[in-house]
């Protein structure tokens, strides 16, 4: 079988297989030599002298577009370079942070000697699930206290985004899913891999540089009922806009009344506004109205757990009954992938959630995170004003979260990287957690020469 189509008849499955099959013949169009597949009695036992080894037909797979930036960066000898391209907190020293409040809980852990290392339950930490849905759904979400939301702990954002793909695939009538164009490089690959057919819905205008609501609400109005909708909950990436909440409330609407269900990636709650509560506002809207979601949380860039991979998917439910049932079949899914996730990560986060005082202070880290980000805004709008640099440069102090989608063009990206040894995405999105005061000049000259030089 090749070149698998996703024809709307064909079962989870059958299009599971077909994505497999386009991500295979994909690899081997990317790589460096295709031909001469004859791997005809190749040998496990190193009778041929090590010579010819059954994977002689591999090739060589492209890097990652966001996290293949970073190896590149890490071969530059240059003392000038710049990482711009990953999300990654960085303090004015551009230093990688680890906060206060988690050294701290780490501390508590390490000295509790009643802490062992046995396998947590399948679906994670109890007290981390509970806290996390709290998190993101408030404090007193009439939901979590009907207990009709079943929250299970994944391998940060990306793992809660892929497990509760496998679910919907099994267990949900609809199998399109319509994500925002553009959105996270990985989302349609997550959702593609798990066997969901992936649709985009207009997002961004890049004449305005700013949401295209028009074509949104069209495209959403055009969806199948029932279709599955992807929603960054707050700071999208990578065009750092977002839908005001008069906006999100007729998305709602729309959504409801097409029985879509929305999809909340929320990878950045704190880090938009500083505040937990403020960035929660897009999901809470959709849980008030006591209709049913699903959201994929991740501590990486809030708690600074990145490499940790902390994170929750949560189903918001009708009933307990319901939500009993899903959380069986969550389990099925997980139990097959990797059996249980890590018990460290979600015991630091626990650890601050659970303590007035720690929850706090994080929330003071958080917000100082938050500010700095900002602050690099308006020093690089700044720069680029007292340079002269053409164009209107006032999206860099419009847009939310931890990225400016700069409007770069991929050249123009390429001659940063090459002639000022700076790091980013070919689609021209910078990290703004990565600036500092000490490098907001060097990264103005760098565009200001793309611009003036390559138009
Ligand atoms: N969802 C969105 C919207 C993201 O931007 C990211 C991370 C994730 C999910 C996954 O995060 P996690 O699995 O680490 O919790 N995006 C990063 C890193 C920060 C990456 O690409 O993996 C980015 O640079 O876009």
Redesign the pocket.
């Known amino acids: 079988m090749h070149g698998g189509n996703a024809s709307g008849s064909s079962s989870p499955a059958d299009r599971r297989l077909s994505a497999l099959v386009r991500h295979l013949e994909g690899s081997s169009r990317d790589g460096i030599d295709a031909g001469n597949h004859s791997i005809a009695a190749a040998p496990t036992s190193g009778s041929y002298g090590g010579r010819n080894s059954v994977f002689d037909h591999v090739v060589m797979g492209p890097e990652d577009p966001?996290?293949g930036v970073t190896v590149a960066y890490n071969k530059d000898p240059s003392p000038v370079k710049m990482n711009l391209?990953?999300?990654?907190y960085r303090t004015e020293e551009g230093k990688p942070l680890v906060l206060n409040v988690v050294r701290r809980a780490e501390q508590m852990l390490v000295n509790d000697s009643s802490r062992v290392k046995e396998y947590l339950p399948i679906v994670g930490l109890a007290d981390f699930n509970k806290l996390s849905a709290k998190l993101i759904l408030g404090a007193d979400s009439p939901a979590v206290q009907e207990n009709r939301v079943t929250t299970v702990q994944c391998l940060?954002?990306?793992?809660s985004?892929r497990v509760g793909a496998e679910f919907l695939a099994r267990h949900y009538h609809q199998h399109t899913i319509l994500i925002p164009q553009p959105t996270?490089?990985?989302h349609p690959k997550v959702f593609g891999l798990a066997g969901l057919s992936v649709k985009t819905y207009r997002y961004y205008d890049p004449s305005t540089r700013g949401l295209d609501f028009e074509g949104l609400m069209e495209d959403l109005g055009s969806a199948p009922s029932g279709a599955i909708v992807l929603f960054?909950a707050c700071a999208h990436?990578p065009t750092g806009v977002d839908p005001t909440a008069q906006q999100w409330e007729q998305i709602r609407q729309l959504a409801r009344s097409k029985a879509l269900l929305p999809f909340f990636?929320s990878?950045y709650q704190g880090f938009a506004s500083g505040n937990l509560d403020t960035d929660a506002q897009s999901v809470r809207m959709f849980v008030k109205d006591g209709g049913e979601c699903i959201v994929a949380q991740?501590f990486?860039?809030n708690m600074g757990l990145?490499g940790e991979?902390v994170?929750a998917l949560s189903i918001v439910c009708r009933n307990a009954d319901v939500a009993g049932r899903v959380e069986s079949q969550l389990k099925l899914v997980i139990r097959p992938m990797y059996s249980n996730p890590p018990i460290h990560g979600a015991s630091i986060v626990a650890t601050v959630l659970k303590d007035r005082n720690m929850f706090q202070e994080w929330t003071v880290e958080l917000k100082a995170m938050a500010d700095r980000i900002i602050n690099m805004r308006t020093q690089l709008f700044d720069a680029l004003r007292s340079r002269g640099t053409p164009g209107d440069w006032s999206h860099i102090i419009k847009q939310i979260g931890?990225f400016t989608f700069t409007g770069l063009n991929s050249k123009q990206v390429a001659f940063m990287t090459k002639e000022y040894h700076i790091y980013m995405t070919s689609d021209g999105r910078i990290?703004m957690a990565g600036l500092s005061s000490r490098t907001v000049p060097h990264l103005a000259d760098a565009i200001h020469a793309a611009v003036t030089r390559l138009a």
């Open positions: 966001i996290l391209g990953v999300g990654a940060s954002g990306t793992g985004l996270w490089g990985n960054h990436n990636d990878a991740s990486a860039k990145y991979r994170g931890m990290s």
